[in-house]
Structures are given as structure tokens and as C-alpha cells.
């Protein structure tokens, strides 16, 4: 038996999505004196969206509900030069602190900083594993679903590796209860509360699907209340300025499969 599976990104017209990812920062001059007011501009560079704050009395700004990937930061105050920050990657469930610098000058004058997101996590004191889409595209799944790889995470102890239509694991967190953990998709809920003989994860999504996700095993914030043993946050692909799409082929047969053990 052999199936073909194309699958095309064509235009349509769908809803805003949101993320559980946020930049933050402070703004300052060369004195270290905070900057308040200033226009902060944070634009997601593979698909051109954007979100706008200002930054406080205390020259804080921040930028919420954001999806993985790489974002452009622009600023621009009064009496100083403008400043482009390209590069800032963020992962999904994390808060990335870009701080920045303002140089006196005129707004029509450009500052670019060119850096790269620090490796060590500032933000938040919770212990996790990122699953990165790379880590999905790579890793052969016969069931071609992306949350089986939760296996990857240190601290998750699978009791079932699953079976059914779903063929979701069942597995512990942190030494947790099995089938006690949240689930969040795109900062939103999806957790399944009625029973715990059914999968918790109400949203079983394919590889194509799944940008990333993050299993968070223990000291996660109070934000993620509903769980006793791990949380994990997904983030489903976004679209970009580009037309695009994804092919494979799942092949499968006697000729390959493995011998019975008993004749």
C-alpha cells in the first residue's frame, strides 16, 4: 500500500493568531537615564506582522503574544536616532529581553544592531526542553504526529507510547501523575479535563502543522495553574510573504515490515 500526500499553502483569509511568546526590554541613553515614550515597533520578519507599544516612565516596553520566530525591533524617541534591531529570535512559552541603547541624534539617522537572542534563559526560573521545528522535520515518525516526541524531554518518563487513532503517549512529568499535565496551544487552552482514560491533548497536530513546543517540568509560573505534573506549550506554523508548501511520502507494506517472532 502506498499513499502520496501533497499538501499546498494557498492564500486565504483566516483569523489573527496569537502566541504565548513576548519581548521585553529597557530603554536608556548613553547615561544610563531611562527613556519614556519612545515608540517601540516589533515586526516578525518571515511574515511582516507587527505589534506596537511605548515605553513607560520607566523606560520599559513590552510586546506580548508573540509566535516563535525571528523579529526586527524598531525604536524611535524623540531627540534621538532611530535604532533597527534585526535577529531576535524567540521560541515559543519564552520572554526575551532586548535591551536598548538610544544615540543622540535626528530620527532621519539609523542606528542597525545586528545580535543574536542570549542563550541562557534571563526571564523565567522554569525548568524545560524546547522542541524546535527543526528537531520535527528531522525525526521519522510513523505516525507522523509531532507531540510523540515529548519522549525527547528530559524529565518525561513515558508510560505508552500510545495506540488508536490518536496515538498520543501517555507519560509523567517530573515524577507527576500521569495524564496530569496542561497542555496550551498558541497560548490557549486545550486541555482535556473530563477523564483520564482518554489523551489530554485535545489537539493531536500533525508534523506539518507544529512549529515547536516546549515541555516545562517543573518552577513554571503561576500562569500555568492547572497542572500537577509538567505543562507543555505548542505553537503551531505560521504563514509568511512567501508561497509554500510540503511534500512526502509514507510508504509502508509486508515487504518491509518485520518477520513475526512465532511462525
Do not use: W
Request: proline residues 4%; negative net charge; charged residues 15%.
Amino acid at each position: 500500500m502506498k499513499t502520496l500526500l501533497i499538501m499546498l499553502a494557498l492564500p486565504a483569509c483566516v483569523l489573527a493568531q496569537g502566541g504565548s511568546s513576548t519581548i521585553s526590554g529597557r530603554i536608556t541613553d548613553a547615561s544610563d537615564a531611562v527613556i519614556a515614550g519612545a515608540a517601540v515597533r516589533v515586526v516578525n520578519e518571515e511574515s511582516g506582522t507587527a505589534v506596537s507599544t511605548v515605553s513607560n516612565d520607566a523606560g520599559m516596553y513590552r510586546a506580548a503574544t508573540l509566535l516563535p520566530g525571528s523579529y526586527r525591533i524598531e525604536i524611535e524617541a524623540r531627540g534621538f536616532q532611530r535604532a533597527v534591531r534585526s535577529g531576535v529570535v524567540v521560541q515559543v512559552s519564552q520572554t526575551v529581553q532586548a535591551d536598548q541603547q538610544m544615540t543622540v541624534g535626528n530620527l532621519t539617522e539609523t542606528i542597525a544592531v545586528t545580535s543574536r537572542t542570549p542563550a541562557v534563559e534571563t526571564q523565567s526560573s522554569h525548568v524545560s526542553q524546547i522542541v524546535e521545528r527543526s528537531m520535527i522535520e528531522g525525526m521519522p515518525l510513523p505516525n507522523r504526529s509531532a507531540a510523540a516526541m515529548i519522549v525527547l524531554s528530559p524529565g518525561a518518563t513515558v508510560i505508552d507510547p500510545g495506540s488508536g487513532g490518536e496515538n498520543l503517549p501517555i507519560f509523567s512529568v517530573g515524577g507527576g501523575r500521569a495524564r496530569n499535565q496542561q497542555f496550551a496551544l498558541d497560548g490557549g487552552n486545550v486541555t482535556n479535563i473530563t477523564g483520564l482514560a482518554v489523551p489530554q491533548n485535545q489537539a493531536a497536530l500533525p508534523m506539518e502543522a507544529m512549529q515547536e513546543f516546549r515541555v516545562i517540568t517543573n518552577n513554571y509560573a503561576a500562569e500555568f495553574g492547572h497542572s500537577a505534573g509538567g505543562v507543555v506549550t505548542m505553537s503551531t506554523r505560521s504563514g509568511t510573504n512567501e508561497l509554500h508548501g510540503s511534500v512526502f511520502e509514507y510508504m509502508r507494506n509486508n515487504a518491509l515490515d518485520a518477520r513475526n517472532f512465532l511462525p
